[in-house]
């Protein structure tokens, strides 16, 4: 069966989880892989579907068992994709990595066919205005998501794509685009 693995990446707060959510709809023959995280829920996130929520304890144990395809800390929380979970998955389907740029570079180097897409904001303004938007993070983690996007955006260029998240929709059209040219390439 042909299938096609994409990672997603971008800056927290650009709008990933909005536009993953939205090909997701359209697309549903494609499933999306489920992180491993340390940290805290946030309201409305469910576990098993948003992260699995596991402790600090339970993390290492399985980073130490060779568990994760990559993994990374930030913000002070571990976080890791689920190996045995993505392989078994591309048997089956197409599939989303929702990742972060050094994530998506190491997911790179187990699949080389991993297709990068990295989802940019249009403007600094309109990122800070969207993170303090999801009225999420305290203005502390806001500004240290923001810290982070010089090195973020510094990666763009080792990317397959770059979408800019203007409009929503456009943006969801662009990702789908980009979907239907890599199933064509592998068929
Ligand atoms: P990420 O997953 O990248 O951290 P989210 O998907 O949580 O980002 O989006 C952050 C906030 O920006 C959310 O409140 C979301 O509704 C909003 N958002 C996403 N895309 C757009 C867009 N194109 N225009 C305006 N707001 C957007
Ligand atoms: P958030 O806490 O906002 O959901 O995610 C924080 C950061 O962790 C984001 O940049 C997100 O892309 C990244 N992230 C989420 N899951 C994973 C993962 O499995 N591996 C890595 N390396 N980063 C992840």
């Not at 409305?44 to 144990?61: Q, S």
């Not at 929380?77 to 050094?102: H, M, W």
């Not at 810290?147 to 409009?167: G, H, I, M, T, W």
Request: hydrophobic share 35%; aromatic share 8%; glycine share 6%.
């Amino acid at each position: 069966m042909n299938s096609v693995l994409m990672a997603i990446s971008g800056p927290s707060g650009v709008g990933k989880g909005t536009i993953v959510k939205k090909f997701l709809e359209r697309r549903k023959e494609v499933g999306v892989s489920v992180s491993c995280t340390t940290r805290a829920p946030r309201t409305g996130e469910v576990n098993g579907k948003d992260y699995f929520f596991i402790t600090r304890e339970e993390f290492l144990r399985r980073k130490d068992e060779g568990g994760f395809l990559e993994w990374d800390e930030h913000f002070g929380n571990f976080y890791g994709t689920p190996k045995a979970f993505v392989e078994e998955q591309l048997k089956k389907r197409s599939l989303i990595l929702e990742i972060d740029v050094v994530g998506a570079l190491n997911a790179k180097k187990h699949f080389p066919d991993c297709a990068l897409i990295m989802i940019v904001p249009p403007s600094v303004d309109e990122l800070k205005k969207r993170l303090e938007g999801r009225q999420s993070e305290t203005e502390e983690q806001v500004c240290s998501r923001l810290q982070r996007l010089d090195y973020e955006l510094s990666k763009a260029d080792e990317y397959d794509y770059v979408v800019v998240n203007d409009d929503l929709e456009n943006a969801v059209n662009k990702l789908e685009e980009i979907y239907l040219s890599l199933l064509t390439k592998k068929a």
